[in-house]
């Protein structure tokens, strides 16, 4: 396989928080990717593939806007007055956008929730694995560690409370059992989300009762997480689970960029952390 860039051709970053992965690079997302597949496989979660867009509409039922002003990336289009300027090969600084009642993703799962809205899952619940485009508008950006648009991996399970604690142990597991196959050094903490109220009711019961821990390289990049969400979006969007009465709902949770940003961190290059993904791959549960 050959994964280096052509020599008459330099790919560049086009922007900040953008970037451009060179043949390297692209293979490390790509391969991966498919380790951490691995977790869906394990858990009988088979794959979907999840909107491009979210209703805003959706988002403001699960308090989104509530907790994540910040971070919503929404979706314009030029509105029909400006045609004819764009037509005529005019800049866009100026242009008159109009509002589409949609945003880009800023995680995977919300997509796959707001799809099974008014549904039984029934007692034995329901898995989902997908990987989705993400958006989110941060204060900063910084390499692959923090990126306007970046691929996040989830396996998603809804069902009860049981099987929720039993879907985010197998996740943990996984993780950590994963990153000794790579030669990563990961730690485990309770998370520290972005609440744009910090004195807020979510963020106050986050502190009490965390539902969300991460998993971080050595240099503070948390690279997936584990999320325990109650019963939360079963209530809002009146997910059952049988008898059960209202779902609950966790998910595992991958940056997929970080996890190459975590490699290269220990392997010291791209051609070293392929060979470090390679002897990962052959050792995959299942291989020879």
């Known amino acids: ?77 030029f509105s029909p007055e400006a045609y004819d300027s764009l037509a005529a090969g005019g800049g866009t600084e100026g242009l008159p956008l109009e509002q589409t009642g949609h945003l880009l993703p800023s995680a995977t799962c919300y997509g796959l929730l707001l799809a099974l809205e008014g549904q039984d899952v029934g007692e034995d619940g329901l898995r989902l694995s997908a990987t989705g485009r993400c958006f989110r508008n941060e204060t900063h950006y910084d390499g692959l560690r923090r990126l306007w648009g970046f691929h996040m991996r989830e396996v998603v399970y809804l069902g009860t409370k049981d099987g929720a604690a039993r879907h985010l142990e197998a996740g943990g597991a996984f993780v950590q059992g994963l990153a000794e196959r790579l030669g990563l050094t990961l730690t485990r903490a309770t998370a520290d989300d972005p609440f744009y109220d910090r004195g807020g009711s979510r963020a106050k019961l986050m502190a009490l009762d965390p539902v ?7 240099d503070g990049t948390a690279i997936a997480s584990v999320n325990r969400h109650r019963n939360f979006f079963g209530e809002r969007l009146d997910i059952r689970a049988g008898a059960h009465g209202s779902a609950y709902s966790a998910c595992v949770a991958f940056g997929v960029e970080r996890w190459v940003h975590a490699m290269l961190l220990a392997h010291g290059g791209p051609e070293a952390a392929l060979e470090a993904l390679r002897a990962a791959q052959e050792s995959a549960p299942g291989t020879r």
């Open 212 to 218: 969300k821990h991460e998993y971080s390289a050595p």
């Open 1 to 77: 396989m050959n994964t280096t860039t052509p020599s008459a051709a330099v790919l560049r970053n086009p922007g900040a928080g953008l970037v451009v992965l060179d043949p390297a690079h692209a293979a490390l997302l790509h391969g991966l990717d498919a380790l951490l597949s691995g977790l869906a496989a394990e858990l009988a979660a088979p794959e979907v593939v999840g909107p491009p867009l979210l209703p805003a509409e959706g988002l403001a039922r699960l308090d989104y806007f509530r907790n994540f002003p910040h971070l919503g990336v929404p979706a314009g289009r």
